[in-house]
């Protein structure tokens, strides 16, 4: 299993980025997927997970209605939308698969 997460970045306060979790080695379609974010000093906190039925989603209480979550099942990929980000948004954020697999991690800071 291995999963590579791409698109962080520094983003301006009220911004927007996608986060993307590329996956591989197992049957992507068959499982769900979740993010996590770890900021400086805080234990890692859970974001957003989507089943692989019906695309059912969760969201934390922070994140909800700023942050969407998807996936694609033909190319093995979750996506993480982030708009009107906030200071507090800034975290190393990690995507979860099945098998207790994680992926490196993706810095997203915002900051003006």
């Known amino acids: 299993v291995q999963l590579v997460e791409s698109g962080g970045g520094l983003v301006q306060p009220g911004g927007s980025l996608r986060l993307s979790c590329a996956a591989s080695?197992?049957?992507?379609?068959?499982?769900?997927m979740n993010w996590y974010r770890q900021a400086p000093g805080k234990d890692r906190e859970f974001v957003a997970n989507?089943?692989?039925?019906?695309?059912?989603?969760n969201y934390a209480d922070a994140v909800k209605g700023r942050f969407t979550i998807s996936r694609d099942n033909a190319n093995y990929t979750v996506y993480l939308q982030m708009n009107s980000l906030k200071p507090e948004d800034t975290a190393v954020y990690y995507c979860n698969g099945p098998f207790s697999s994680w992926g490196q991690g993706t810095q997203v800071t915002v900051s003006s």
């Open positions: 080695g197992f049957s992507f379609s068959n499982y769900p």
């Open positions: 989507i089943y692989s039925i019906g695309s059912i989603t």
